[in-house]
């Protein structure tokens, strides 16, 4: 959980940092969204492939390498001289955060039966909203009083005793580096393909919102489309599919994973929209800003506890169609909100609604997953989570560009979060069987062999 929040934190406070690292750096503003838009796709393009690595030669080990990794690479950062250096070494931290993020929720999933993953995902949740709440908070006090490269210093000392820790600390898994039985040679040409579709993807969505659906934004969408129907044949007709079949083709880990698309980009672009709308149209300053939408962080880390216990007791379909219900409604309290109350009741529900959601659809995907896929199960679920703000914020900036402004992109926000709803209605009711395969029963008590 620690390992999920020093990433967490590291993205949220590299946004405060920014305007003060272009002015030192005498950057360019499209030099310094480089420094987010290339650590997001190479982490978005190697987290399955990453997740499929921890299964194969253990979740500790990815563990350890990723953590390392991504606190040397961020002291590297903190030196760097140049705004070159700070692009180059973000990708560089983003391959290492691609190896540590599966690895948290493999884990996890290799640590605890499927019917006990409720809570410790609830509480990693809470912890990454914890992380998310406070980044701003942190980021402004280390730029104001140590300048930008102090955020980048806040993850080395963290990351390496994590690193140390999980170096001492043996825990049961794949012995040695040997291949873990069932599992072939890896897939790098599917690893290859479904890099080449989300690294297409993320930039497509990425760059929209500034220069719009230009030729070259066309041109990614259909070579991402293109590499995507490529990997879907390649997958069905190869021996040992980066991507298992129980997992390709099981309706609800695809219901599951669209349902965290749909939340996520309905939660990051309103908080997208929000921001210009409270502060531009309202006239609220950053703080008053920030104050205003807190309810909508401490819903969240509260929330996603309470989420395992009602997923427990209710099933993940009634628990996740009343949260993405609730993460609607809340989208369009925003929409016709013009006080502070009535805004802060709004975030009040973005964050309850998107806590749970995030839980019980995470908590689907991983129990679906047998104990020997769960790496791959948690790097698809940490793509989507990784591509949903991106297609959320590039549906608000391109509906602000054919209608009256940004607040009027909030109803079809609102409306993507309901998309999510009826995907929700083919997860599993309580005690499906569905929700936790034979086969992955067989892992209890830690062992992925």
């Known amino acids: ?39 997001l796709i190479a982490v978005a393009s190697l987290l399955v492939f990453a997740g499929r690595l921890g299964d194969r030669y253990g979740h500790q080990r990815l563990f350890i390498i990723g953590v390392l990794g991504f606190g040397v690479v961020s002291a590297g950062i903190g030196f760097a001289s140049g705004v070159g250096w700070v692009i180059g070494l973000r990708v560089v931290q983003g391959v290492f955060g691609a190896l540590l993020q599966p690895a948290t929720l493999g884990m996890l999933r290799a640590a605890y039966p499927p019917d006990r993953l409720g809570m410790p995902i609830a509480l990693r949740a809470s912890a990454i909203g914890v992380a998310a709440a406070a980044g701003p908070l942190v980021g402004g006090v280390l730029v104001t009083h140590l300048g930008w490269r102090a955020v980048f210093f806040l993850n080395v000392v963290p990351a390496l005793v994590l690193g140390v820790l999980a170096l001492v600390v043996r825990t049961p898994g794949p012995r040695g580096s040997s291949p873990v039985p069932g599992h072939g040679r890896l897939d790098l040409p599917g690893a ?58 099981s309706g609800v880990v695809g219901a599951a994973l669209g349902i965290l698309v749909a939340a996520s980009a309905a939660m990051f672009g309103t908080l997208f929209v929000a921001s210009f709308v409270l502060q531009d149209e309202l006239g609220m300053d950053p703080l008053r800003t920030s104050l205003t939408a807190l309810p909508g962080g401490v819903a969240m880390v509260l929330g996603a506890p309470s989420a395992a216990v009602l997923l427990r007791r209710y099933g993940a379909r009634r628990t996740t169609v009343v949260a993405l219900l609730l993460l609607s409604l809340g989208v369009l309290v925003l929409f016709r909100a013009s006080g502070t109350e009535p805004v802060g009741g709004g975030f009040l529900l973005l964050g309850a609604g998107f806590g749970t959601v995030m839980v019980t659809a995470t908590a689907v995907v991983v129990r679906q997953a047998s104990a020997g896929s769960a790496g791959v199960a948690g790097g698809l679920q940490q793509t989507a989570m990784n591509v949903g703000p991106v297609l959320g914020v590039a549906t608000a900036a391109t509906l602000a560009t054919v209608t009256d402004g940004l607040r009027m992109s909030l109803p079809v926000l609102a409306g993507i979060a309901l998309v999510g709803a009826l995907a929700a209605l083919k997860l599993p009711d309580p005690g499906d069987l569905r929700a936790t395969p034979a086969g992955s029963l067989r892992h209890h008590g830690g062992s992925e062999a």
């Open 192 to 249: 290859a393909l479904l890099a080449l579709t989300l690294a297409c993807l993320v930039h497509t969505l990425v760059d929209v919102p500034e220069h719009g659906w230009s030729a070259s934004a066309v041109l990614g969408l259909l070579t991402a489309a293109g590499a995507g129907l490529v990997l879907v044949r390649h997958e069905r007709r190869t021996a040992d599919p980066l991507l298992p079949p129980d997992m390709l083709g």
């Open 1 to 39: 959980m620690i390992g999920a929040v020093v990433v967490a934190l590291d993205g949220t406070v590299l946004t405060i940092a920014q305007p003060t690292l272009q002015r030192d750096l005498h950057a360019s503003f499209a030099e310094v969204q480089w420094t987010s838009t290339g650590y």
